[in-house]
Nanobody
Framework: QVQLVESGGGLVQAGGSLRLSCAAS????????MGWFRQAPGKEREFIAA????????DYSASVKGRFTISRDNAKNAVYLQMNSLTPEDTAVYYC???????????????????WGQGTQVTVSS
């Protein structure tokens, strides 16, 4: 059974930092694009970051570019999201996502991931 399990969420003050982790199991994602989405209360889920299978290409939404950094460790079958300079507008449930393989890269991930995690709550207080 394929699973993506997020961790690292929590409560942080504005201006602070958090690092989210996503551990994958059930199959290897070393040839897959992986990324992060988030959903704030009352809003649709939105793409925020993606990384290619080898980490050579990254993509960010305008709202997080320059503050968030995505990385991955294929040996650990994991992807990470370092979040700095957090603001209350970053409060949301953060979801890890992945594509099924090499034929589906970052563009596919942004449009429709094949796998989703359960999400982890990030709350930024003012």
């Amino acid at each position: 059974q394929v699973q993506l399990v997020e961790s690292g969420g929590g409560l942080v003050q504005a201006g602070g930092s958090l690092r989210l982790s996503c551990a994958a199991s059930g199959r290897t994602f070393s040839s897959s694009a992986m990324g992060w989405f988030r959903q704030a209360p009352g809003k649709e889920r939105e793409f925020i970051a993606a990384i290619s299978w080898n980490g050579g290409i990254t993509d960010y939404s305008a709202s997080v570019k320059g503050r968030f950094t995505i990385s991955r460790d294929n040996a650990k079958n994991a992807v990470y999201l370092q979040m700095n300079s957090l603001t209350p507008e970053d409060t949301a449930v953060y979801y890890c996502a992945a594509t099924r393989g090499a034929t589906r890269g970052i563009i596919s991930l942004r449009g429709q991931p094949d796998y989703w995690g359960q999400g982890t709550q990030v709350t930024v207080s003012s």
